[in-house]
């Protein structure tokens, strides 16, 4: 926890602000894992740095800073550039889902996006209907406006979006692969979530940075495109946000992402972003237009999914043979990640971290993934940073450590 300190005269500092008292101990301890030696990263949500095209994208950099120098090197429109809003606009214009540039915002990364909402919708003690377990990048994002959750079992039997919407802000889903269970939100729950909106008025953020990474069927509609066809508006004008990143589909490095929304939305989340940082690098979002227009994300993708159902494989079949004992999981369609669940509920995978470190493997405890701290008896593994072999190990090391938990007690 942050601690009051004192200042050379003896004087203590004035106190931090009180939502800082509610980070966890969890997230530090990812941060300082990659500076530990021989320690196996399945933890993080991480692309493999070979995927990048360090060739094409330098390339197309040095080619946008000689052409566009003042675009480049200078401050931007709040909102992106034009151009690039009206591309994205295009991209995702589909079927009743009809957008303009001013239904765009260029965010800096999918992180801003979801930062933005937070400052424009919540004030202390507003109620989130979040999707069950929850991005902890979310959570994250919005604990400073310090809201109140109810979880969102979009997967359950008893699920009904109206009931579950009533009375929240906003409700937050990630229907595709989601973060941290990889499941796929099925065409009647998107309907179901977009009846929702429709019904209640509270807003629906989609949240979509997985879409790209699909290994074994088509992707249902998004929940947006549903909903706009329920909408008598030629543009689009509804209650669903839809958030989009680069992050997944090219490099995280280049920190760029997007929000669709109504227009008014759109004029709110600028005024925002003005406080926020002004706006997003040129360069970054010069170089993801032209890999939009070039087809380089789409050249790119088979070579990723590849790879990484591969890798999504291996890690499956090496819990099958390692875990099995203690853990069960559905084999996700695409994504990132793996939710394992304890059979014993009893198993405590906060500690199962602490064991697991001591073999050298990171993990992701469920606690993590829960507003309240609660859920302890699940945890989420990565599939896409490491290698084959490093998969296999991982696996192998935190059997010892599952195995070293429950002979404890």
Known sequence: ???????????????LANWMLETNEVTRLFLAANQIPDLINIAGGLPDPSTFLDKEISEISARMIRKHPKQTMGYGPIEGLPALRDCIAKRYSKGSLQLTSENVLITTSGMQGLDL???????????????FPTYLGALDAWRPRQPRYRNMDVHGADFDAVTEMQGAKFAYTVPNFSNPTGQLVKVSRRKELANGTLKTGTWLLEDDPYNTLNYDSPLPPSVIEILAEKLPEETYSGTCLYLGTVSKQLAPGLRLGWVIASKEMIRSLTLAKQGSDMCTSGITQLITLEALKSGLIEKLQPQVVDLYRRRRDVLCASMKEYLSDWFDWKTPEG??????????????????????????????????FDAQGEHRSAIRLNFTLNCEDKLIQAIRRLARATKRLVDEG
Not at 1 to 15: D, L, S
Not at 347 to 366: G, N
């Open 335 to 368: 994504g990132m990640f793996v939710w394992a669940k304890a059979r014993d509920k009893r198993l405590d995978t906060d500690r199962l971290l602490m064991f697991a470190m001591e073999e050298k493997v990171c993990i992701s405890p469920s606690s993590v």
């Open 1 to 15: 926890m942050p601690q009051q300190k004192k200042k050379p005269n003896g004087v203590t500092a004035a106190p």
């Open 117 to 131: 909402i937070g400052k424009v919708l919540l004030d202390p003690g507003d109620l989130i209907a979040g999707q």
